[in-house]
C-alpha cells in the first residue's frame, strides 16, 4: 500500500497509540475461545529448512516448577543422577514458590499462548508488517540493522516482516528489502537467526504491487496489473511519490510467473530460516488488484466473476504452501474494507471477500489476518468488522488496525480474535509487549522517519525505562 496512507492513517494511529492504556475489564477464561492455554507455553521455533544452515529450535517454557525442569540438563530433567565419571550435574532447580501465581495484571487475553497452524506463540501480540525502506544497498539485502530492528521486537508473540517483494517484477516501494536472491536469503538468516536466538517467530510477509508500481522502480518497465486500468495510486520511488500510470495487462505466462515468484520467495524464506511466510494481499497491491471488478476486467480464467477473480490468490496460496508440505505457515492479510480511488468496500465487494474467506478454508492456511476499516476513534475499532470473518474462516484470526490494549483484550475476550497485530505500537515500542504486561503507556512513533533510511526513528526507541 502506498506510503502517503501509511504515513497519513499511522499518524492518527501513533496520536491514538500515545494515549495511556486503561486495564481491560475483567479478565479470567471467561469467553475466550482461543488456541489452548493453561499456564504451558510451548514455544517451537523450526528453522530446520536448510539443516546446514540453521537448527531447529525447540524450548519447552512452562510457568511454575516445570519451566527450571526444562532448563535443566536432561538427566535432571529425568530425575537421574549423572553419569558418573562426569562432573557433578546440579539437581533439578527449585520452582517458585508454590504459592505464587500470575499477578492479576499480567493475566491478560493478549497474554496466553496460541496456536496458529504449525506455530505456537507464547502471546497474542503481534507485529503488524510496516514497511520502512532501510535495504539501501543495490542488491536490496537486509542488513545487520535489520537484524537490531526485529531483534529488539523478538518479544512480539509474532513478528510478520514489512512487505518484502517475491521478485524484481514486484518491487512497489524504494529500499524495500526483497527474497529473490542469494544474497537476500543470507541477509534474512542473520535476522532470524537473532530473533529465533531471542526467543521469536518471525515470518516473512511476500509482497507484489502488480499494476501500483511506477517504472522508476522496474529499471524503466511498464508495471503489470490485471487489466490495463490505472490504480490511481502513489508510488514511493527514489524521487519521492509519483502517480502511478496504466498498467500493461498481465498475460497468463505473467500470471504463472507471479505465482512461481510467491513459490520460489516462499522456498527462500524457509531456506532463510523463516518459521512460515504471510500472503501480503491488502492494500492496493496485485492481489487485490485482482480481486477488485474495477481494476480487473478481465474474461479469462483469472476474471469474468468473483470465482475467476480470486484464483490468483489461492494459486499463491497452493503455491507458497509447498514450501512446508504437510505443515500450516502460511498467513494470509487481507483488506476486505479498504478504500481508495479505485477500491470501496461495497456490499458486492464485500461477498466476492466472503466467499474468497471461504474458499481459504480448504487451504493449509496458518492463520487470516485481517486489516480492518480505520476507525473511527481512536483504540476503538469496528468489532462487527471483524466478526463477519470470525463466522466465515475455520482457522485462526488476527485482527489489524487502530487496537490498544483494552480493546486487543477484549477482541480476544470476546472471542473476535484470537491475535491482535500492532503497526505503529512497535515502531515506537520494542517491548510493547512488556509495555502491555505492566500497563505502561506506549510511545508515539515519529511519521517523519518512517522511510528515511539509516538508524534514525528505527532502532532508537527506548525501552520503558
Ligand atoms: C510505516 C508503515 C508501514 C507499513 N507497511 C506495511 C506493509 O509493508 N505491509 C502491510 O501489509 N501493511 C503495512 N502497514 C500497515 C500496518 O501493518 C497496519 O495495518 C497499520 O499500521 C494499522 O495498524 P495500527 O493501528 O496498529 O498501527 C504499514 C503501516 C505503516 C504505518
Redesign the pocket.
Known amino acids: 500500500?502506498p506510503?502517503d496512507t501509511?504515513?497519513r492513517?499511522?499518524a492518527d494511529?501513533?496520536a491514538?497509540?500515545a494515549e495511556p492504556a486503561s486495564r481491560p475489564g475483567g479478565g479470567g477464561d471467561g469467553a475466550w475461545t482461543g488456541g489452548e492455554t493453561g499456564g504451558r507455553a510451548v514455544v517451537t521455533a523450526d528453522t530446520s529448512a536448510d539443516a546446514s544452515a540453521s537448527a531447529a529450535v525447540d524450548a519447552t517454557v512452562e510457568f511454575g516448577a516445570a519451566a527450571s525442569v526444562a532448563a535443566a540438563p536432561a538427566s535432571a530433567r529425568a530425575g537421574r543422577p549423572a553419569a558418573s565419571g562426569s562432573p557433578a550435574a546440579p539437581g533439578p532447580l527449585p520452582g517458585p514458590d508454590p504459592a505464587w501465581t500470575d499477578p492479576a495484571w499480567t493475566d491478560q487475553p493478549l497474554l496466553r499462548p496460541l496456536t496458529l497452524g504449525s506455530l505456537t506463540l507464547p502471546n497474542r501480540v503481534v507485529m503488524?508488517?510496516?514497511?520502512?525502506a532501510r535495504a539501501q544497498n543495490d542488491g536490496l539485502v537486509p542488513t545487520d540493522l535489520h537484524a537490531l530492528y526485529y531483534g529488539q521486537r523478538a518479544g512480539a508473540g509474532l513478528i510478520?516482516t514489512?512487505?518484502v517483494s517475491v521478485s524484481e517484477r514486484a518491487i512497489g516501494f524504494v529500499h524495500v528489502p526483497g527474497l529473490f536472491t542469494e544474497e537476500q536469503v543470507e541477509g534474512w538468516r542473520r535476522v532470524t537467526g537473532v530473533v529465533h536466538a531471542l526467543g521469536g517467530r518471525i515470518v516473512a510477509?511476500l509482497?507484489h504491487i502488480g499494476g501500483a508500481s511506477h517504472p522508476d522502480l522496474l529499471g524503466g518497465a511498464r508495471p503489470a496489473g490485471p487489466s490495463a486500468i490505472d490504480p490511481e495510486e502513489m508510488a514511493y520511488t527514489a524521487d519521492g511519490f509519483q502517480p502511478t500510470g496504466t498498467p500493461r495487462a498481465m498475460t497468463g505466462a505473467d500470471i504463472d510467473t507471479a505465482v512461481e515468484d510467491f513459490a520460489s520467495a516462499a522456498r527462500n524464506a524457509r531456506r532463510a530460516g523463516f518459521d512460515g511466510v504471510e500472503i501480503?494481499a491488502?492494500?492496493s497491491y496485485l492481489i487485490p488488484q485482482f480481486l477488485n471488478p474495477q481494476l480487473n476486467r478481465r474474461t479469462d480464467a483469472y476474471g469474468g466473476d468473483a470465482e475467476g477473480r480470486r484464483q490468483l490468490l489461492l494459486r499463491i496460496v497452493d503455491a507458497a504452501a509447498e514450501a512446508w508440505p504437510g505443515e500450516r505457515r502460511v498467513g494470509v492479510?487481507l483488506s476486505p474494507y479498504w478504500t481508495a480511488k479505485r477500491f470501496r468496500p461495497d456490499a458486492a465487494l464485500l461477498a466476492d471477500y466472503d466467499a474468497a474467506v471461504a474458499a481459504l478454508n480448504d487451504r493449509p492456511v496458518a492463520y487470516l489476518h485481517l486489516?480492518g476499516p480505520d476507525p473511527e476513534a481512536p483504540g476503538r475499532p469496528d468489532f462487527a468488522a471483524f466478526r463477519r470473518y470470525r463466522e466465515l474462516f475455520r482457522g485462526p484470526v488476527l485482527v489489524?488496525?487502530?487496537?490498544d490494549r483494552a480493546s486487543g483484550n477484549a477482541a480476544v475476550e470476546e472471542g473476535i480474535a484470537d491475535a491482535v497485530?500492532?503497526?505503529?505500537?512497535f515502531?515506537a515500542n520494542p517491548d510493547l509487549v512488556t509495555r502491555f504486561a505492566l500497563d505502561r503507556a506506549p510511545a508515539a512513533g515519529d511519521?517523519a522517519t518512517?522511510?528515511i533510511g539509516g538508524a534514525e526513528g528505527y532502532v532508537d526507541y527506548p525501552i520503558s525505562g
Do not use: K
Not at 489489524?400 to 487496537?403: A, E, I, V, W, Y
Open positions: 500500500m506510503a501509511h504515513a492513517r499511522h494511529d501513533a491514538a497509540s503488524a508488517p510496516l514497511t520502512r510478520v514489512e512487505g510477509q509482497c501480503h491488502v492494500g492479510r486489516r489489524n488496525n487502530g487496537f497485530a500492532y503497526g505503529a505500537g515502531i511519521p518512517f522511510y
